[in-house]
Each structure stands twice: as C-alpha cells, then as structure tokens.
C-alpha cells in the first residue's frame, strides 16, 4: 500500500514504512550507497538535545538522522513517549546491517529508547520530499524543489574549481570524492568519500550536453 507521505506516522510499524519510502530502498536489501541515500532524503540532523520534544512544528514529524563529521551514521531517531537515559526523547534506530559478506543491507535495529511516540497534533504538515506529489499543488512541489536547491546553490558558490571540473567542500573543511575514483562502467553505484583535497580525476565535470532529455 502506498505510503501517504503528509501523514504522520502513528505506529512504528508506519514510521518504518515511512522512512523506507523517503529512502525508495527496501529492508534486506543491499545498501552500498546508504549515505548518499541517507543525505538526499533532507531528514534534519543532530537536531535533538537532551529535554527537548519534537511536537506538530518540526518538518518529517520530528523523525531526523544522525551525522558524524562525514555525513551520515546509519541512524534515525523517532520521537518517543519518554527520555531515555541520557535524556533524550527519541527512539533510536539503526537502519544499515552487515550482510555477512563484507557488505551492508538495509535493516531497521533499536539501539536505544522507549517506544515511539507520533508528534501531537500532527495531522499532516511540510513533510514531503522535493519531487514527490504526496497530493501538493504543482506549485506547491516546485516551491519546494526550488528551497532545496539553495543549499546546493551554497556548496556550488564555494566549490573548488579546476577548469571546468568542480568539487564540493563541506562545512568540516573536507571535500567530496569517489571511492576509488567512482564507477567505471554504466549501472555501477557511486559512492561518495570524505577527502582533505580533490584530485582532478575524483571531481565532477559539468556536461549538460551528455544530458538524456
């Protein structure tokens, strides 16, 4: 069944369901590109302090992401019924695992808190990803494609340039890479690294004309 994305989760069974769409990625399967996964979903991180509870305000229905100097960690947290014992109001989950084989695959794992907890009075609310419907107005959707892409206007105003190739820095100082360079051949995933300096061949060329209408 589909899950409508302006609704606040009221189960943690729902929650989960919730996450897995915003990530477009199945439990089980293989998650050889979670960060990048995780980054792009816009779920706010390391929002929460001990004390303080999400309520009906927060954007995803206080649902967030944990992040470490390097993007993500693997981790969301859920608004839950009490503190836990560092005071934190929230259900952490691990949603990454290893699969055995040196791999990983997605996962849904309590690490710690008490049990989940909707926001209250969260009916519906600015929940919705940038380019998904969810039942917004067209110019609603497009209102918030164009607010996700200041940010990226951002890292593109200070990106390090060298001709016409470029590479984003984040606020820690480093820059995004490849691992190993990147893919090599079409359909191979790309996995992004933290780097202290861009080399030429791990930064990305602007090619609109290679664009496929």
């Not at 919730?18 to 960060?35: E, K, M």
């Not at 509870?53 to 649902?63: H, L, M």
């Not at 209102?143 to 892409?149: F, K, P, Y």
């Not at 001709?163 to 079409?186: E, I, N, R």
């Amino acid at each position: 069944m589909p899950v409508n994305l302006t609704r606040c989760p009221q189960t943690e069974a729902e929650a989960t369901d919730y996450v897995f769409t915003l990530f477009q990625r199945v439990i089980g399967t293989p998650a050889p590109d979670w960060a990048s996964v995780m980054a792009n979903t816009n779920l706010p991180h390391n929002v929460y302090t001990p004390g303080l509870r999400a309520d009906a305000s927060w954007p995803f229905f206080g649902i967030t992401q944990m992040w470490g100097d390097g993007g993500p960690r693997g981790r969301v947290f859920l608004p839950a019924t009490a503190p836990d014992e560092k005071g934190y109001i929230t259900r952490q989950i691990q949603v990454i695992a290893d699969d055995g084989r040196g791999g990983l695959v997605w996962s849904w794992t309590r690490i710690s808190g008490h049990e989940y907890q909707p926001v209250q009075g969260a009916e519906d609310g600015p929940s919705v990803p940038p380019g998904t419907s969810g039942g917004l107005t067209e110019a609603q959707v497009q209102a918030m494609i164009d607010a996700s892409l200041v940010p990226v206007q951002a890292e593109l105003a200070r990106a390090l340039k060298m001709g016409s190739k470029t590479a984003l820095k984040m606020d820690s100082g480093l820059y995004v890479g490849f691992v190993s360079g990147g893919p090599t051949a079409d359909g191979q995933p790309v996995e992004l690294v933290a780097k202290t300096e861009a080399h030429a061949w791990e930064m990305v060329e602007h090619n609109p004309e290679g664009a496929q209408r």
